[in-house]
C-alpha cells in the first residue's frame, strides 16, 4: 500500500494521532505527513504511504493556504483560544485600523517561533519546556506571506476572519498575536482551517469516518504530489538504465528538460525525479517500479 491520502484533520487530534488512527485502519506502519496541525485546527493533512514517504522534501509546492478566526482583547500564552490568560485589553479596533495594520504582515516577514510549538531549541522542543514552566530565546525565522485579507470583522464583538496564504513554516498564530500587538488590543487564534497544502485543497480529502468505512482507500499515486513537474519520458532501455541509477546523455533523449523533471518509463510507469546536470541527466531520487 503505497501513496497519498489527504485528511480532513478533526479538532482535538495531533497530526501524530492522525497518523496512528491510519496505521489501525489500515495495518501499514510506514506513514508520515507533510505538514503539523496544531491539535484545535481542522483541514488539508497529506498522508504518505509506504515509498511516498520519500517526497517530504521533493514536492515542488510547499505553501499553505488558512482560514483563520481571531478575537481581540486578550493574549494567552499559547497565543490561541486554548492557552492561560495572560493579559486583558480595554481599548476596542474598527476594521479600518485592522485592515490598516495588515500590511505590515504581506511579504517576507521576521516570526518567532512561539513557546508552544513543535521547533526544537538545545534539542527540546519548545513545547516540552514551555509546559515545565520555561521561556528560551528562540532564532527568528524569514517566512513569507503571499496574501493576507480581512474576510470579515465585527466591530461589536472585536472577532473576524483573516485568509492567509503563506509559505511553509509560517505560524498563523503569531500573526494574529503580533496584530493583536500592533493595534495595541491582544488578539489570540480562536479558530484555523487549513484550506490547502500546496497542491492540495479540502475538496481532495477524506474524513476519518469515511476512513474507515472506504474499501480500498482512494490513495493518489506517488506522482500525483510532483504534477507540477514536466514528465520526461524514456525509452525501454532508457528506462532500465534510469532506474538504475545510470546517468543518460542529454544528447540522446528525444526532448531533454532544461529542469527538474518526472521520470517515466515507456509503459507509463514512474521512475523518479530527475534533472540536466552538464550534458547528463542526473537522477535526483528514484522510485524503481514495482513491478521491476
Given amino acids: 500500500m503505497e501513496g497519498i491520502l489527504c485528511v480532513n484533520k478533526p479538532e482535538g487530534f495531533t497530526s501524530f494521532d492522525v497518523v496512528a488512527k491510519m496505521r489501525g485502519i489500515t495495518g501499514v506502519r510506514k506513514i508520515g505527513h507533510t ?6 485546527a481542522t483541514g488539508v ?6 515509498r511516498a514517504t520519500r517526497l517530504c522534501d521533493l514536492m515542488p509546492r510547499q505553501d499553505k493556504r488558512y482560514t483563520a478566526r481571531f478575537s481581540l482583547g486578550f493574549t494567552t500564552d499559547t497565543l490561541d483560544v486554548t492557552g492561560r490568560v495572560t493579559a486583558r485589553f480595554d ?3 474598527s476594521a479600518e485600523e485592522v ?9 517576507e516577514i521576521e516570526q518567532t517561533p512561539p513557546m508552544y510549538s513543535a521547533v526544537q531549541v538545545g534539542g527540546k522542543r ?3 519546556l514551555a509546559r515545565a514552566g520555561r521561556e528560551v530565546e528562540r532564532p527568528t525565522r524569514r517566512v513569507t506571506v503571499f496574501s493576507l485579507s480581512l474576510s470579515e470583522f465585527s466591530e461589536e464583538t472585536q472577532q473576524g476572519i483573516l485568509d492567509i496564504h503563506c509559505s511553509k513554516g509560517a505560524y498563523v498564530r503569531s500573526i494574529c ?7 495595541g488590543t491582544g488578539a489570540v487564534l480562536t479558530g484555523l482551517v487549513r484550506t490547502a497544502a500546496g497542491i492540495f485543497t479540502l475538496s481532495d480529502c477524506i474524513t476519518l469516518k469515511e476512513a474507515e468505512e472506504k474499501k480500498p482507500l482512494p490513495l493518489l499515486p506517488i506522482d500525483a504530489a510532483l504534477r507540477d513537474y514536466p514528465a520526461l519520458h524514456l525509452d525501454e532501455k532508457q528506462g532500465r538504465l534510469f532506474a538504475n541509477g ?4 542529454l544528447a540522446r533523449l528525444e526532448e531533454p528538460p532544461t ?3 518526472r521520470v517515466y518509463r515507456a509503459n507509463g510507469a514512474f521512475l523518479g525525479l530527475a534533472e540536466p546536470d552538464g550534458e547528463e541527466l542526473r537522477a535526483v531520487r528514484i522510485f524503481p517500479p514495482t513491478d521491476g
Avoid at 485592515?99 to 511579504?107: H, K, N, P, T
Fill in 259 to 261: 529542469g527538474r523533471c
Fill in 45 to 50: 493533512l497529506p498522508l504518505l504511504f509506504g
Fill in 99 to 107: 485592515e490598516a495594520e495588515l500590511d505590515a504582515f504581506r511579504g
Fill in 246 to 249: 545510470v546517468r543518460l546523455s
Fill in 177 to 183: 498575536h503580533d496584530l493583536g500587538t500592533m493595534l
Fill in 126 to 128: 519548545l513545547y516540552e
Fill in 91 to 93: 481599548r476596542r479596533a
Fill in 35 to 40: 505538514g503539523t496541525l496544531d491539535p484545535m
